[in-house]
């Protein structure tokens, strides 16, 4: 029987970032656009923390029972270790799933934005197919293109709509960037396990660009995520405070390119889950700071 400490570290806290910096890029566009409603700003964060966890438990789930964590590197997972029983952990993604579907429904209700019914199904779907089913995409090197159209696209696009009902430029660079850091962590998770990921035959992307330009790949997105927001200063001149993530990327990006054991690049995942909501912050910051002031 797992304890709460164990289903805690389970749901992978430190991911959890991936999860906020979407509702608050998303909702700063709005305020952008003059329509921050702080009422679906809470529900839209109540829908993307449970989906990550609901992600993060059916990963658990689909990878336990398939062996491919049984000889992984890294924190705690339940199937994997025997901590909890397999039913236990598909239970409880189902059970983050189902609430984050009744959340979703009165975010839709509340914006009258119909179409979401569809992109809620969409995200269930890509959250369970990810390692789940008789032919996961994730073990055909397509969960970072997944990570980069949900948890950022949909997810920063999304929120904006049910606030604004409309998009602005801020919105899909906003997008574009926490994707692409979003897309970072899991090109760092997914480099740390390419020895064992080989051996079960997940191939993902990481395995199929090989150690080397996965690393590489890891750093380009980064500084594609940081440089991007330039574009939005003639419009947004206090979206420049992103660049004082520059400084704060140099010590991820020195493991991913210089670690040489694989427990070394633990801590990467959880700095690069903090520049993405550090990055939100500053995104978010530049937009309200230009908007007030002027």
């Not at 709460?4 to 806290?13: F, H, I, K, N, V």
């Not at 993405?276 to 978010?284: G, K």
């Amino acid at each position: 029987m797992a304890t709460a400490a164990q289903w805690l570290e389970g749901a992978r806290p430190r991911t959890l970032p991936l999860a906020f910096a979407p509702v608050i890029i998303g909702s700063a566009a709005a305020f952008g656009l003059g329509s921050f409603a702080p009422v679906n700003a809470v529900l839209a964060a109540v829908v993307s923390v449970l989906l990550q966890v609901g992600v993060n438990y059916a990963n658990d789930y689909s990878d336990g029972i398939r062996g491919t964590d049984d000889e992984r590197v890294g924190p705690l997972r339940l199937t994997g270790s025997g901590a909890a029983e397999p039913r236990q952990v598909k239970l409880a993604a189902f059970a983050s799933f189902g609430v984050a579907m009744l959340a979703g429904l009165v975010l839709i209700i509340l914006s009258g934005a119909w179409f979401g019914l569809l992109v809620g199904v969409g995200c269930i779907a890509a959250a369970w197919g990810y390692t789940g089913g008789k032919n996961p995409y994730g073990y055909r090197g397509l969960g970072d293109v997944f990570v980069f159209v949900f948890f950022g696209l949909v997810a920063t696009l999304g929120i904006t709509f049910t606030q604004a009902d409309r998009l602005s430029a801020a919105a899909w660079v906003g997008a574009v960037c926490t994707g692409l850091i979003a897309t970072a962590l899991l090109m760092a998770n997914n480099v740390r396990d390419i020895p064992t990921d080989s051996v079960v035959g997940k191939k993902t992307l990481a395995v199929r660009l090989g150690d080397t330009a996965a690393r590489a790949s890891y750093v380009v997105m980064l500084a594609v995520a940081i440089l991007l927001p330039l574009l939005l200063s003639p419009t947004y001149p206090w979206i420049l405070l992103v660049l004082l993530l520059v400084p704060v990327c140099v010590v991820p990006i020195r493991l991913m390119l210089t670690g040489d054991k694989r427990a070394s690049l633990i801590p990467v995942l959880k700095q690069t889950g903090l520049i993405n909501l550090a990055f939100s912050l500053l995104f978010a910051a530049g937009i309200v700071l230009t908007v007030v002031i002027a």
